[in-house]
């Protein structure tokens, strides 16, 4: 009743794109570490440019995608990237009787749902710990791992790149530009930084999650963004004297009176002693909270080739153990958005001073029934670029939007004001 | 070659052992989370004083453990505790033809390597993720989720029942018997400590996390320990100057040259930014370092009747989909354990003063080849009991046991040295 097929032989495993990814997890694969896995070929565009001296000379090179579904080969892994053609390439895999191990947030994120009934349908594996957090094994753990709690929430610091920056910027007192630049000369951030930067890359990744760890499907892009490109470095010192730092927090909620799902990626200030706080440089955190285990909290290299090789070898390894070809996004319904989260809000205005402002805001704030909680203004700035900073009581998002678009009608703004989310230590705690 | 074959109806459980995680195990069982588990037996001794009226009136109680081997259950959940008869259990429910799983730290760190051959035997899985730290999914992350590193390091905080003790002291400046006593009133500690507060429970613990992590048997009571009894309010004033914090450690490292673990459960000092060091009141970290993918760290509660019966049903659900028989621990070697870690200490000695004290020390430490990096003094403190702190240069544990115990011999001390390894950033830090 519980029996399984083994293999006879080592799983046979091709990889389709030979970049850092690709090339780390050929590197694992040519050692010694794991005989049940065999590399057979590498599949590249451009194939010559690609070829290593240090993979086995049976390994075969080639730029058809075809040729690794010959009939020889028991897994493909993934690595192309990118919507298109690796949508179409995983369904021809797995339509040919292939495993397929993917690092592809996108492809998951928004096909995820359809390539696992193909994969089932195949009854083949489809795999993905790599495409969530690289190198921690958070997709396992929350579906076999932690399977049997309910959860109810998930918040993740999911993109390096943004907590490189902003720790970075919160630790040295630089300018967004300037970390960015740097984090680009040493390749933490990609020439178009957008995908990190304005929430895309945890965008996806947060879908993922949904689907894995609250069984439920999203629109991916349903789930709405804040870049961190407004933060400056007045911010880390106000978020400072709140005990808070910044982070690109990616979090989701189910709510359970009318089954909503409440989704956000944004920076939000943190309670400097909670676990998303402690997250450093291009580390990645996931923190779950369910009914019965508590919070639960995994942490480790969310990026960087060959972390990320380590979670795609995790997924070979279990399909040479037989893992049952059922393993996709198991989700039990689609559920829609809700963008609403209730929080204390800090908002930080950047103006051209003259009498008035301060009753002006409050009137605004007041007429959407927000409390203001707190008005800041750290000495020593000039009138004509004057930055400051109010903090509003428990609110929704909503509502904080609705009056700052109001209120950005206003003809003393210097630059638009930028208002982040203050999560509380139950928000944000391990 | 990957199919296997699916189960008909859900899987049939029976509970050995209703006290607070049987319960609970019971409470989730009993709800509507999980279709594919359906509680049969329930089996305890006085079982008429046991039960209870929400679980559904099919379950049958017994005190006879053979009545759960009667054919018509699939998994057997033992919750009794204790090596025996839990480990003659175990092999009678495999040898039936029932898969176990068990939250039995002690059978399994002392007989889980041929209780896993028994269950590859069986063909049956004999799972135990709720035996080491708790709903921290520790055992399947190490076995399955970056099982495609090869690592090389586990530290932990595995006791919860210490890092409470420890955390108090050091948050509120009380002494270690009144800590002790609040939490064995409040139900944190057993009316005999010993198991916790002098290491042998996380030694269970650690052995297991040796087996199924770094691949390899040691001797359960080969691994060295020490207390967290002598620590008094004082040392964490001392700690503090040295940036760290007092927790109880259990930490095992593969040696590559020799193929040797070094593993150890001992109070350390940990600097106060490292992971190890943020693990809080009850809850449990266990970090660990592979040669691919850095550290990962995984935290959360690692006791209590909820948490742990979370890794229970989360192991049931894997029985449940199909998990393979040779689901125990593979262990490649039995492996001799090292007790020697080489790091910088921390030696608090409690004297009645003298002249020439200082001289005397140094001249044992200088002896032993070790090198004495700085002595303090807090003033304010009676000579007749004068507490001072050497700190060593890294050493060997070895050399400063051996110090210690000739400088054990003077008669000025009030009370025994107390040494401490201080953990560096690199070794403690997630």
Aim: aromatic share 6%; charged share 20%; glycine share 10%.
């Amino acid at each position: 009743m519980m029996s399984t097929t083994e293999r006879v032989g080592p799983c046979r495993v091709a990889i389709a794109g030979f970049g850092t990814v690709g090339q780390a997890v050929a590197r694992i694969l040519s050692g010694d570490i794991h005989p049940s896995l065999q590399l057979t070929h590498i599949c590249n565009r451009q194939v010559n440019r690609k070829k290593v001296g240090w993979v086995a000379p049976e390994v075969v090179w080639t730029e058809a995608f075809d040729d690794v579904l010959d009939g020889s080969v028991d897994v493909v892994v993934e690595l192309i990237g990118g919507r298109s053609p690796a949508r179409d390439w995983i369904e021809q895999a797995l339509a040919a009787g292939v495993a397929v191990v993917t690092a592809n947030k996108q492809v998951i994120a928004h096909d995820g749902v359809s390539l696992g009934q193909a994969a089932r349908q195949a009854d083949r594996p489809l795999l993905f710990e790599a495409a969530v957090a690289g190198g921690v094994p958070i997709v396992r753990s929350l579906r076999e791992g932690i399977a049997g709690d309910r959860l109810y929430r998930i918040q993740g610091v999911l993109n390096g790149t943004c907590n490189y920056i902003l720790t970075r910027m919160e630790r040295e007192g630089v300018a967004y530009a300037d970390v960015l630049a740097e984090a680009q000369r040493l390749g933490y951030a990609e020439a178009d930084p957008t995908a990190d930067v304005d929430g895309f890359d945890a965008q996806a990744k947060l879908a993922i999650l949904i689907a894995v760890g609250l069984g439920c499907e999203v629109g991916v892009d349903d789930i709405p963004l804040g870049s961190i490109r407004p933060i400056s470095a007045i911010d880390f010192s106000y978020a400072k004297r709140l005990g808070c730092v910044i982070r690109q927090v990616a979090r989701a909620e189910l709510l359970p009176e009318s089954g909503q799902i409440r989704a956000a990626v944004q920076p939000a200030l943190v309670p400097d002693d909670s676990s998303l706080a402690r997250v450093e440089g291009t580390q990645n955190i996931v923190v779950v909270d369910g009914e019965f285990g508590g919070e639960t909290a995994f942490s480790g290299f969310g990026a960087g080739g060959e972390p990320t090789a380590v979670a795609v070898v995790s997924d070979l390894l279990a399909i040479a153990r037989g893992a049952p070809g059922r393993q996709a996004t198991d989700v039990q319904a689609r559920r829609p958005v809700a963008r609403e989260f209730d929080a204390p809000h800090y908002v930080r205005f950047m103006i051209r001073d003259r009498p008035g402002i301060i009753a002006a805001l409050a009137e605004v704030f007041s007429r959407h029934a927000i409390n203001v909680d707190a008005v800041w203004q750290e000495p020593g700035w000039a009138k004509t670029e004057l930055p400051f900073v109010m903090t509003l009581e428990s609110c929704g998002s909503a509502s904080v939007t609705a009056a700052l678009n109001e209120i950005g009608q206003f003809d003393f703004h210097v630059r638009p004001p930028l208002w982040l989310p203050i999560l509380s230590r139950g928000e944000a705690r391990a």
